[in-house]
Structure formats: structure tokens, C-alpha cells
């Protein structure tokens, strides 16, 4: 794995930089292209350009094919599927994986209904997936354990968290990224925890759909999709508990949120992230 680096962690154990690959992506650029939901789609937009990656969006059937082609990486997010634009995420899969580019799902309200299910597991199916990236419940439905969602929020799951991130990423050969109050990404045999985040992050409609945005932005220039997704959340946190210091209320966070992350730097994530490697 490359850039390694020792911090906060157990003797022993060893941690990529993770400031190395928000560099990376500052420098790159990349563009991240998304068939992502309506309700949160803006603030995708915007947290991958603060982040120093460019945002597309585009969802027509005509044009998904060609603008993954120009893409360095892919997110699909069922938050406002139909069956068309499930089709569409096909399409578009279909076209990252023959270029070679990282595919982020994003299985939101995965477990709530069966369109939701049924699409996610399709495109597991039909397409090789880097990452697939969801709450504990959302994990757990598309593991095949027992688990609650109300909506898209996890009500419940029936095991160890991270037995449960492991057994879907053995089922699917797909890294898993499990969010929650400690992170879990794994690729079945490796394992990083991330503990870095603040309760008001909850407060606020889209951190899960942003985080997805930003794991496939770092996924883009971080060929180890595994390293590269527990850095993005371990920014990602990280901009949350700064930002959470100064606010006042939901409004003023997710204002200083943005401001937080435009501003991380190699001091910030070297102290403050908090990234352990299971073994």
C-alpha cells in the first residue's frame, strides 16, 4: 500500500498518509460523474468541488455512456431511483468498467423497499462495483442479514458491524465502506475503523450521499480503493468536528463544514485522524 505513515494507531500497526491523497486529488482534479439522487444532488456537487475534484451530473440514458468516458471515476446513488434511471446506472457501470475507472454505489434506503433492493442488488450483479458504501442497515439488508431501515435511516442490524461489512465484501469482491459513528471499510480481509465525525453531521440532510462523493473522489487518484475510501471518511470527519466547534446550529455548521474541508491541510489530518487497521 503506499503512502504509509504512523499516526494514531497501536505499535505496530501502520496507516496510509491520507493528506498525501487529498494532495492528489487537489492537484488531479478529477471528474467524478454521478447519476445521484434530487434531493441531495447539489451538495454533492459542491462537496467534491471543495474537495478539489469536478462534479458532473448527468442522467440521460443518451449521454451516460459518453461522459463516463471522460470521467475519472463514478457514483451511482439510488436515493430517487426509477427504473429508468436504474437502467441508466447499467449503462454507465457498464462503460466505467470498461475503461477501467472506480464504480461508487451509493445504497441509499437499501432494505426499505423492494425497488431499492432489488436495484442495488442489479447492479452489484451487472457491474463490478470498487465500492459499495452504505449505513449499517443498508450493509447489512444487501449482505442478507437480518437488518432494519426506516427510510434511510438504519433502525437496527442483527451482528457485528464489521463481520457484516466483511461478509458482503467477500460475497461481492467489492470494497464496503459501512458509515456510522465508527466507519468501517474492509475488503474482507483488511479492515480500517475510522472514528473521526461529529453528531451534528446527522443534523443535516446529505453527509451520506457526500461521503460517497468524496470516497469516489479519492478512489479516482488512490488505486488502493480500500486506503483510499478510509481517507476520504477520515477527512470527511475530520472537516465535520472542526466545523461542528464554531456552529451554532445546523445552518452555520454545514457553512463552515465547506469552509473546513477547503481548508484541511497535512497538520489537521496528521493529528487529528483517527484510522486503525484490523488485522
Same mark, same amino acid.
Do not use: Q
Given at each position: 500500500?503506499?503512502?504509509?505513515?504512523?499516526?494514531?494507531? @497501536?505499535?505496530?500497526?501502520?496507516?496510509?498518509?491520507?493528506?498525501?491523497?487529498?494532495?492528489?486529488?487537489?492537484?488531479?482534479?478529477?471528474?467524478?460523474?454521478?447519476?445521484?439522487?434530487?434531493?441531495?444532488?447539489?451538495?454533492?456537487?459542491?462537496?467534491?468541488?471543495?474537495?478539489?475534484?469536478?462534479?458532473?451530473?448527468?442522467?440521460?440514458?443518451?449521454?451516460?455512456?459518453?461522459?463516463?468516458?471522460?470521467?475519472?471515476?463514478?457514483?451511482?446513488?439510488?436515493?430517487?431511483?426509477?427504473?429508468?434511471?436504474?437502467?441508466?446506472?447499467?449503462?454507465?457501470?457498464?462503460?466505467?468498467?470498461? #475503461?477501467?475507472?472506480?464504480?461508487?454505489? $451509493?445504497?441509499?434506503?437499501?432494505?426499505?423497499?423492494?425497488?431499492?433492493?432489488?436495484?442495488?442488488?442489479?447492479?452489484?450483479?451487472?457491474?463490478?462495483?470498487?465500492?459499495?458504501?452504505? =449505513? @449499517?442497515?443498508?450493509?447489512?439488508?444487501?449482505?442478507?442479514?437480518?437488518?432494519?431501515? #426506516?427510510?434511510?435511516?438504519?433502525?437496527?442490524?442483527?451482528? $457485528?458491524?464489521?463481520?457484516?461489512?466483511?461478509?458482503?465484501?467477500?460475497?461481492?469482491?467489492?470494497?464496503?465502506?459501512?458509515?456510522?459513528?465508527?466507519?468501517?471499510?474492509? $475488503?474482507? #480481509?483488511?479492515?480500517?475503523?475510522?472514528? =473521526?465525525?461529529?453528531?451534528?453531521?446527522?443534523?443535516?440532510?446529505?453527509?451520506?450521499?457526500?461521503?460517497?462523493?468524496?470516497?469516489?473522489?479519492?478512489?479516482?487518484?488512490?488505486? $488502493?480503493?480500500?486506503?483510499?475510501?478510509?481517507?476520504?471518511?477520515?477527512?470527511?470527519?475530520?472537516?465535520?468536528?472542526?466545523?461542528?466547534? %464554531?456552529?451554532?446550529?445546523?445552518?452555520?455548521?454545514?457553512?463552515?463544514?465547506?469552509?473546513?474541508?477547503? =481548508?484541511?491541510?497535512?497538520? %489537521?489530518?496528521?493529528?487529528?485522524?483517527?484510522?486503525?487497521?484490523?488485522?
Amino acid at each position: 500500500m503506499p503512502f504509509w505513515c504512523c499516526f494514531r494507531v @497501536s505499535p505496530g500497526y501502520k496507516v496510509f498518509d491520507a493528506y498525501k491523497i487529498l494532495a492528489k486529488v487537489r492537484d488531479d482534479k478529477p471528474l467524478i460523474h454521478h447519476l445521484t439522487n434530487w434531493v441531495t444532488i447539489y451538495d454533492c456537487a459542491n462537496i467534491v468541488r471543495v474537495f478539489g475534484a469536478l462534479p458532473v451530473m448527468a442522467h440521460a440514458a443518451e449521454e451516460v455512456e459518453e461522459m463516463t468516458g471522460i470521467a475519472s471515476a463514478l457514483v451511482l446513488n439510488i436515493g430517487t431511483l426509477t427504473p429508468e434511471l436504474v437502467d441508466s446506472m447499467i449503462m454507465a457501470g457498464r462503460a466505467a468498467n470498461k #475503461k477501467g475507472i472506480p464504480v461508487v454505489l $451509493d445504497a441509499v434506503g437499501a432494505g426499505a423497499t423492494r425497488l431499492r433492493t432489488e436495484s442495488a442488488l442489479r447492479i452489484i450483479r451487472e457491474i463490478k462495483v470498487g465500492v459499495i458504501k452504505g =449505513n @449499517s442497515a443498508e450493509i447489512g439488508v444487501l449482505a442478507g442479514v437480518e437488518a432494519h431501515v #426506516k427510510g434511510v435511516e438504519a433502525m437496527g442490524l442483527s451482528g $457485528d458491524p464489521v463481520e457484516v461489512a466483511k461478509k458482503l465484501a467477500g460475497k461481492t469482491k467489492s470494497i464496503v465502506a459501512m458509515t456510522g459513528k465508527r466507519d468501517i471499510v474492509t $475488503d474482507g #480481509k483488511k479492515t480500517f475503523l475510522c472514528d =473521526n465525525g461529529h453528531a451534528m453531521m446527522g443534523s443535516i440532510v446529505g453527509t451520506g450521499c457526500m461521503a460517497a462523493s468524496v470516497i469516489a473522489s479519492f478512489c479516482a487518484v488512490e488505486k $488502493d480503493y480500500a486506503a483510499a475510501a478510509a481517507a476520504a471518511l477520515a477527512c470527511f470527519g475530520i472537516a465535520g468536528e472542526l466545523a461542528s466547534k %464554531k456552529a451554532r446550529g445546523p445552518g452555520t455548521f454545514k457553512e463552515g463544514f465547506y469552509d473546513e474541508v477547503y =481548508n484541511l491541510d497535512e497538520e %489537521k489530518l496528521k493529528s487529528l485522524a483517527k484510522i486503525t487497521e484490523v488485522k
